[in-house]
């Protein structure tokens, strides 16, 4: 589909959209125009004819279909950022989707770890060749927050041991730069002397390595977390994503600011960072049961 090619490229191009956004509001267009096609008879030459009564039918056939309404609202915006981008290139005069109200999200509490979970989590890894690197990992996560993505991309040049700073590209391609701690640092330190060296085949500039000497996927971080958790003995629905979590989490109990958090995790919009202080009122409480003289 030609207006759908166009429309990819212009998030790529003009938008420095990141691949997992251009891929997933790919499916979701393509999943709306089927809709079109099928059910209400509209081909590619006639999306002029939308209007936003049949976004409005989408809508209620995914609610339906029992979708989520984060998942709902994310192709809300996908089919929104559509019509937006056909204006602009006059396929069509009026973007039909801006009619459409926005549904609330849901206000789903992170999971997070405490600190007697996060100590049992990354006490676990033994001093292997794999386990001094899977501490590394481990310890980076929680002490900088990075998305697993972030961390796999991490090249040798990007952390700066002299200033306890690591580099890392998020969303979008964005670059922000993170500090790390003393417990991090000592564990990159001793995998950069006596882990890497032997995992290393061949001249590489990740900073992390699987086992064949190339650089650590995703994939292979979820995997090692699973184990640890495992190992942890921790019985929590936990993802890769709960260090991050746990990362903000423990920044706000101890007083942090809510921007410097904003920063460090890479946050475009200050509301998605204030969903951990709805975590932190246990926090809230304990403070002031014991400092208040008629608490």
Do not use: W
């Not at 990992?137 to 990075?146: K, P, Q, R, V, Y």
């Not at 993505?149 to 990007?158: A, K, Q, R, S």
């Not at 995703?218 to 184990?227: F, L, P, T």
């Not at 991050?244 to 109990?253: D, E, I, P, V, Y």
């Amino acid at each position: 589909m030609v207006i759908l090619d166009n429309f990819l490229m212009y998030l790529k191009i003009e938008k420095n959209a990141s691949s997992n956004t251009i891929n997933g509001y790919s499916t979701d267009i393509i999943q709306f125009i089927d809709f079109l096609q099928e059910d209400k008879g509209i081909k590619e030459t006639q999306l002029g004819n939308v209007d936003y009564t049949i976004i409005r039918e989408y809508l209620g056939i995914l609610y339906k279909n029992n979708y989520s309404r984060k998942t709902i609202i994310r192709k809300l915006a996908a089919i929104r950022s559509f019509f937006k981008f056909m204006v602009i290139e006059g396929y069509i005069e009026e973007n039909p989707a801006v009619q459409i109200y926005t549904p609330k999200t849901e206000k789903n509490i992170p999971e997070f770890l405490h600190m007697h979970e996060i100590e049992a989590l990354l006490n676990s890894p033994e001093a292997t060749v794999l386990g001094i690197r899977d501490k590394a990992i481990l310890e980076l996560l929680f002490a900088t927050g990075i998305r697993v993505g972030e961390l796999v991309n991490i090249d040798n040049d990007d952390v700066d041991f002299g200033n306890n700073t690591i580099s890392v590209f998020g969303k979008g391609s964005k670059e922000r730069i993170v500090p790390f701690g003393s417990y991090a640092k000592l564990s990159m330190e001793r995998y950069l002397e006596s882990s890497r060296p032997k995992l290393l085949k061949s001249k590489n500039k990740a900073f992390f390595l699987n086992k064949n000497g190339m650089r650590l996927s995703d994939r292979s971080v979820r995997r090692i977390i699973d184990k640890y958790i495992k190992k942890a003995c921790i019985n929590k629905n936990i993802s890769p994503h709960t260090l991050r979590h746990s990362f903000a989490t423990h920044l706000l109990n101890a007083g942090a600011d809510l921007r410097t958090v904003q920063e460090m995790l890479g946050h475009v919009n200050i509301s998605t960072t204030q969903i951990y202080t709805h975590i932190t009122k246990e926090k809230i409480k304990e403070v002031y049961n014991k400092t208040h003289p008629r608490a």
